[in-house]
């Protein structure tokens, strides 16, 4: 399955890439000046999401470094591995809506680790984790940010539920599958 | 928002006190400033790009037409935006390519869908029902193959690096549904 949607994948962005342009051209839109144009906002955009992007990794930054995130995990873990979320991957499951780099470097370490590695029950719940939630923080900073939004609204709290959500779902498969 | 970015700095400055270590929360936090700024910045190619890109397809008259095909899917979730606007083909977009795993295209996509949604704000500065919804949706992940964890999972010498897949498609397909359930419920009580 992994091949054919590589490949797919693969063809659909050579499909936009030469596609839109030749559409745009036989329908006689000055395709140069059009790309010109719209490519221009990239900067300013990019540049409008900075301070949104900074507040929520500066505060992440902090946390982590404050080595609060293994405290919490330390107080949480003996609750949660009873559940079938072993304290290994917990870090993981707190650092996830947070950051994504800062995930996927701890399902390295789950992997890497001796005694656990990719085909343990902690490195196949890990894995299921990180390919099935998003980082929450990330994507409302960027996208609001994009437009100059400060006000969420329940955006957060249900992006923290689908989090949630996901996490008791990826828990729930790897025991009924691995345990 | 504001509550999670005071919890976040007492968190850090409770657990540098306990610990003795005070500095690695200034220093965790000018790294996350840093690596904000670099992240951003590495997006204007991209970003750039694909902007390129839309502003043709939307000068050939291809997002409108795009826009009235999915309609039928999207009327009903989006009920604040109107038929045939730009905001639904660029959500489409970046669903797709959020789908097929080209996330260098859907955060463009995405962030062309926010501002075409903010041309329905009436009240600038707070989201919108629509963009609550559509930020909901882009919260699951939606990537239908988790490539980035089956190349880790190759590279530490897994027996099937692959057979997470399917369980990953579950789990996401829950959390995809607890999106839009309470994106649509909380619509109602959150002002």
Same mark, same amino acid.
């Given at each position: ?15 936009? &890439? ?23 906002? =990239? ?5 409008? @999401? @900075? ?12 946390? /982590? ?8 995990? /330390? ?5 949660? !591995? /009873? ?12 650092? #996830?809506?947070?950051?994504? !780099?800062?995930?996927? =470097?701890? &399902? ?8 656990? =590695?990719?085909?343990?029950?902690? =490195?196949?719940?890990?894995? @299921? ?21 400060? #006000?969420?609204?329940?955006? &957060? ?14 828990? &729930?498969?790897? /025991?009924?599958?691995?345990? | $928002? ?9 968190? +850090? ?8 270590? %005070? ?5 965790? +936090? ?16 991209? $970003?750039? *790009?694909?902007?390129?890109? $839309? ?6 008259? *291809? ?49 062309? +869908?926010?501002?075409? *949604? ?26 239908? %193959? ?38 649509? *419920?909380?619509?109602?009580? %959150?002002?």
């Amino acid at each position: 399955m992994k091949p054919v949607l590589e490949f797919l994948s693969g063809w659909i962005l050579l499909a936009l &890439l030469v596609g839109i342009p030749l559409y745009g051209w036989v329908r006689g839109v000055k395709v140069y000046e059009a790309f010109v144009e719209g490519a221009k906002e =990239g900067f300013t955009v990019a540049v409008r @999401i @900075i301070p949104f992007l900074v507040a929520i990794l500066a505060a992440v930054g902090a946390f /982590r470094g404050a080595g609060a995130m293994d405290a919490l995990a /330390r107080v949480l873990g003996p609750v949660t !591995s /009873r559940i079938g979320l072993p304290a290994e991957v917990l870090p993981m499951a707190l650092v #996830r809506p947070l950051s994504g !780099s800062g995930s996927l =470097g701890l &399902l390295g370490n789950i992997f890497s680790t001796p005694g656990l =590695g990719p085909d343990s029950y902690a =490195g196949k719940l890990g894995s @299921i984790l990180q390919g099935s939630t998003e980082t929450t923080f990330y994507v409302l900073s960027v996208y609001c940010g994009s437009v100059g939004i400060v #006000r969420y609204r329940h955006a &957060l709290a249900a992006g923290l539920l689908a989090d949630f959500t996901g996490l008791t779902a990826s828990v &729930l498969i790897a /025991r009924a599958l691995w345990s | $928002m504001n509550l999670v970015f005071v919890l976040l700095f007492v968190g +850090a400055a409770i657990a540098g006190a306990i610990r003795g270590d %005070v500095k690695a929360v200034g220093q965790g +936090a000018f790294d996350g400033a840093a690596q904000g700024v670099t992240l951003a910045i590495g997006l204007i190619g991209v $970003m750039a *790009l694909w902007l390129g890109m $839309m502003k043709i397809a939307e000068k050939a008259g *291809l997002i409108e037409s795009l826009a009235k095909f999915v309609r039928p899917i999207f009327r009903p979730l989006f009920p604040g935006v109107p038929d045939g606007h730009p905001a639904i083909s660029a959500m489409l977009l970046n669903i797709a390519a959020n789908m097929l795993g080209l996330g260098n295209a859907a955060t463009p996509f995405g962030i062309k +869908a926010m501002e075409e *949604l903010e041309k329905l704000n009436p009240t600038p500065g707070a989201a919108t029902n629509a963009q609550v919804l559509f930020l909901a949706i882009n919260t699951a992940s939606l990537q239908l %193959v988790p490539t980035t964890v089956i190349a880790l999972r190759a590279s530490a010498h897994s027996s099937d690096p692959a057979g997470i897949i399917l369980p990953c498609l579950g789990a996401t397909l829950c959390a995809l549904i607890v999106a839009v359930a309470s994106a649509k *419920l909380l619509e109602k009580v %959150v002002k």
